[in-house]
Structures are given as C-alpha cells and as structure tokens.
C-alpha cells in the first residue's frame, strides 16, 4: 500500500503564492494614494472653476438689474372728458352735461369703486379670452361727466312722495309712461353711457338700459 507524500518544495511554493509579498503591498498603497493624490487635485481644480462661474453668473445678473433699472414706465395721459367727446360724437350723442353741477361722487371714484372696478376689469378680460365671438360684456360704461363707473354703482335708492310708487306694479306704470322712450343708436350696440336716476327723472326720457336702472332704484327705495 502506497501513501502519497508532498514534498517540501511543493508547500513552500503553494505558501509563496497565497501570501502576497511586502514589496508588492507598499507598490499596490504607493499605487492607490497616487490616485488618491490625482483626484484630490482635480477636484481642488474644479472648485475654482465653479467659483468662476458662479462669479460670471452674478455680475451677469448685476448688469442685467442695472440695464432694467434704466427702463421708466409710466401711464399714458389720457383725458377722459376729450375721449369720452370723440366716442359720443362717433355714435352720435350730441347731449352733453357740465360736470360742476353734479356732486364729487360723480367725478372721483372712491377707493371701494376702484378696487370693484379692478375686480369687474379682470373678470372683462376672462371673458373675452373664453368667449371670444360674444358681444362685449356691459359691466362698467361712463357716467354723465365721462367718469367710468360700475353698472351696480349707478343704482342709487330713488324714493318720490308717491305711496303709488312703493310697489312693483305702480313703479313700473310710473316709468312707463312718464320718461320719453329713446332707442339705442345704433340699435345692436350696448350704450356709450348710463345716466344716473337722478338725471334721467330730469331729462324726462331715456333708452331701455336707463328705464331699467330708474326702476330698480325706485324699488330698491319702497
């Protein structure tokens, strides 16, 4: 029976190749911190690169502010009593009135009117972008002194001496028959202006928008 040996020589070897040499570990760290040094400095290369442009970007902004600081936009002058004439004129209304004989409220717009006149503004604009084949919206026309003024705002409580005036059906008889109706010129397109109640009473006539609103303020005032 025969017992197979290995010889000395065969164990050294086998010893030699599984356990690496020390002079193979200090070139395998002397390789790893070389590459360790490289990306240190191309990191410590990109840095000032980023810091450069970061700089760029800044002064670019800087001469951007500067140029829109230039730029001055103000609103255009518009008189209002000389384009109000030219719209009048254009759809023949040759009725106009002297703004000194009718109180301030007719002339400047309080604070609540303007922020009302903002909202009814924004919702004008809606409207002509999602209905863009419909006729114009009559939400803010001018007054008797070419001021603009809300539909809602026109309505003032109109109350007469009259108990025959104090319900629906009397008001309405009133309206009827006492104002001189006037058509619309042209008879397709909204009114250029809506008086206030008060001077349509003196003016004794009126289109359809007007005989409306004297109605309601003498309703709103039973």
């Known amino acids: 029976m025969t017992t197979a040996t290995e010889s000395p020589a065969t164990e050294e070897h086998v010893t030699a190749e599984a356990t690496p040499r020390s002079g193979d570990n200090l070139s395998l760290k002397s390789g790893i911190e070389e590459e360790d040094g490289e990306l ?14 970061g700089g760029e970007i800044s002064d670019d902004v800087a001469a951007l ?34 703004s000194s004989e009718f109180p301030q409220s007719f002339k400047e717009n ?17 409207y002509v972008h999602l209905y863009r084949d419909r006729k ?35 008001a309405a008889e009133f309206v009827a028959d006492y104002l001189n109706f006037t058509m619309l010129e042209p008879a397709h397109e909204l009114p250029v202006r809506l008086l206030s109640p008060t001077t349509i009473m003196k003016r004794q006539k009126g289109n359809c928008f007007e005989y409306s609103t004297l109605l309601v303020s003498l309703l709103v005032a039973a």
């Not at 140029?67 to 009593?81: D, F, R």
């Open 40 to 53: 240190g400095d191309l990191k410590e290369e990109d840095e000032p690169a980023s810091g450069r442009e």
């Open 136 to 170: 114009p919206l009559f939400l803010n026309p001018n007054n008797e002194c070419g001021l603009e003024k809300l539909v809602c705002t026109t309505i003032r409580p109109t109350q007469l001496p009259y108990k025959e005036l104090y319900d629906w059906d009397g």
């Open 110 to 126: 309080n604070p609540k009117e303007k922020l009302i006149l903002a909202y009814a503004e924004n919702f004008r604009r809606q």
């Open 65 to 98: 502010q500067d140029e829109l600081n230039k730029i001055t936009v103000a609103a255009p002058t518009v008189n209002i009593k000389e384009h109000s004439n030219a719209l009048y004129k254009q759809r023949g209304v040759s009725e106009y009135f002297d």
